[in-house]
């Protein structure tokens, strides 16, 4: 699809998201895939500035859950997997999305979706009550007690209750008769044709599958993976008996997960091949729900670190645990379109090895010495999307400014470590030995740091480029420069600049753009 024409299709969406989705392209950060062909529906390439703040990411996620943790360890598991691991892993038979289609749009929504809009549009009214309330009563009020008393929230809430228990009971039986009651008890309509004539709901898995080899029979066909977790739990062994680790212990991994997406959208948010940092936590029996709030805490914590405000971030329980969970909740970020799922933590038991023990005939089992017995052991999984991350660190940081003189600038606050430049070296003039000067000062940062060299358009033009790919420092090098050794820092939040000798560039670099701060 023409990239104008899908910027159009996201009518609802309101003007900032839009801007976020042209920044990304003007900038390079990210394209449509294959766009000379007109693109392909919810695939996307990351470009020359998209590549490096995804990859910052990652490593922030890495230097967080592997090199903190002695007792978690990595693996890079391949995409292909024999195919009875998703016989076992439940997937085959249970990765399905409730789908309906408009007879009139010819639109397909996923069910799910539609039901739980529904319940978001009473929070939304109860969030409003309670910030008209907040306004009238100022610092008296008491909003605990306002929301347990006021009958407006009261009606709201108690709606929104009765129509997750009905919902939850209908996944859960896999009623997809009921599932369809509700949504039309509830009065939904298709947003695009505004009409209530739903087809029936229907289950769809997700797994994208193909052929290994050049004979195409069932017994050759593969799956491209939906996520990456099943490559770490076919691993347990392996790892356990190479890199002496014991329970409780994880392993973490990053890398591509597809999933044949029927409802895709919101830009990066939802495509069909996407990134995931997961991290399998394996613990002894009766120890999950410790863990599991630990870590709910800790990935918690992770995420306020990227500069996320507590308003932008909410965990949210799962209405139903997926087929491998006995609990689950969701963070959940403030995205211009609403709050939604960024990461996922899951209590997924003993299922996962269980299940592959009994597929594999292999015993997937930790000696405990302090207890003195085999078990399978119980895992806590967290499992982050880097795409969905990555748009949620640029929403936060897009902004678009008024200056003092008047003139307007777009800039991203990233925290300064994401950044993908993260000092531009910018000689004042193309002539007077500028330039030697300058590449003189690169050859000191470039090993430790990504830099961008400039030396076309006015300084006004270069510092707005450098805003708008949100690098932090800008060095200035002029005719001073050759006198004194000394060169103009820019700060990209502020603006001020200051004189500061060379000899001093790699410090201050180094001390804004260390890992510390942010871990
Ligand atoms: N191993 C557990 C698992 O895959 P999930 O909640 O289905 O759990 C985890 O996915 C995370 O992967 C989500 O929180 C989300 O950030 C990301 N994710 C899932 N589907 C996605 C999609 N279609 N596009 C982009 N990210 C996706």
Redesign the pocket.
């Known amino acids: 699809m023409d990239y104008n024409i899908y910027l159009c299709a996201m009518s609802q969406q309101d003007d900032l998201f839009k801007n976020i989705v042209s920044h990304c392209k003007e900038y390079g950060f990210i394209f449509p895939s294959s766009e000379i062909y007109d693109g392909l529906g919810a695939v996307y390439d990351y470009g020359p500035y998209g590549i490096e703040l995804k990859k910052n990411i990652q490593d922030f996620w890495w230097k967080a859950m592997v090199q903190l943790h002695e007792n978690i360890v990595g693996l890079d598991s391949a995409i292909f997997m024999h195919p009875t691991t998703w016989k076992a892993s439940g997937h085959v038979d249970a990765f399905n999305d409730p789908l309906i289609d408009n007879k009139d749009s010819k639109k397909r929504y996923r069910a799910d979706v539609l039901i739980e809009d529904v319940v978001e549009k009473y929070r939304q009214k109860n969030d409003k009550e309670v910030e008209k309330a907040q306004k009238r009563f100022g610092d008296a009020f008491d909003e605990a007690q306002f929301r347990a008393t006021n009958p407006n929230i009261l009606r709201n809430q108690a709606k929104m209750d009765e129509i997750e228990t009905r919902f939850k009971a209908a996944l859960e039986a896999g009623d997809m008769a009921e599932i369809k009651q509700i949504i039309v008890d509830l009065e939904i309509a298709c947003p695009i044709s505004g009409t209530r004539n739903w087809t029936e709901v229907r289950q769809f898995n997700l797994m994208f599958s193909t052929q290994l080899g050049s004979v195409a029979d069932e017994s050759s066909t593969i799956y491209l993976r ?4 099943q490559g770490i739990f076919v691993n347990f062994l392996n790892v356990l008996n190479t890199s002496r680790q014991r329970i409780p212990f994880g392993i973490a991994q990053v890398g591509k ?1 597809f ?1 044949n ?1 029927i409802v ?1 959208r919101q830009f ?5 091949e ?1 990134e ?1 940092m ?1 991290m399998q936590f394996f613990v002894r029996p009766g120890e999950e729900m410790q863990w599991y709030n630990y870590w709910k805490d800790s990935r918690m914590k992770w995420h306020r670190a990227l500069g996320f405000g507590a308003d932008k971030l909410r965990f949210h329980d799962h209405l139903k645990t ?1 087929h491998y969970a006995n609990a689950a909740v ?1 963070i959940e970020f403030d995205y211009p379109f609403g709050f939604k ?4 933590i ?1 209590s997924r038991t003993d299922y996962d090895l269980t299940q592959h023990e009994k597929h594999s005939g292999k015993k997937l089992r930790y000696f405990d010495p302090e207890i003195n017995e085999h078990y399978v052991p119980y895992v806590v ?1 967290t ?3 880097l ?2 991350t990555f748009l949620a660190v640029l929403c936060n940081s897009y902004k678009e400014e008024t200056l003092e003189n008047g003139e307007t600038r777009v800039v991203l606050s990233l925290p300064a470590n994401l950044a993908p430049i993260k000092v531009a070296v910018l000689p004042l003039m193309k002539k007077d030995g500028l330039p030697e000067k300058a590449r003189e000062i690169m050859d000191v940062l470039k090993y430790d740091h990504q830099l961008f060299y400039d030396e076309k358009d006015s300084i006004g033009k270069r510092y707005r480029r450098q805003d708008a790919l949100g690098t932090p420092y800008c060095i200035t090098i002029d005719h001073q420069t050759l006198e004194d050794n000394t060169v103009t820092i820019r700060d990209r939040d502020t603006m001020a600049q200051e004189r500061v000798s060379i000899d001093t560039l790699e410090a201050i670099v180094g001390k804004k753009v260390g890992w510390k701060q942010l871990l």
């Open positions: 939906p996520e990456t977790a997960a999933r997406e895709a990066i948010f939802r495509t069909r996407f995931q997961e997926a969701d799922e960024m990461e996922g899951h999984e499992s982050v999307g795409n969905r």
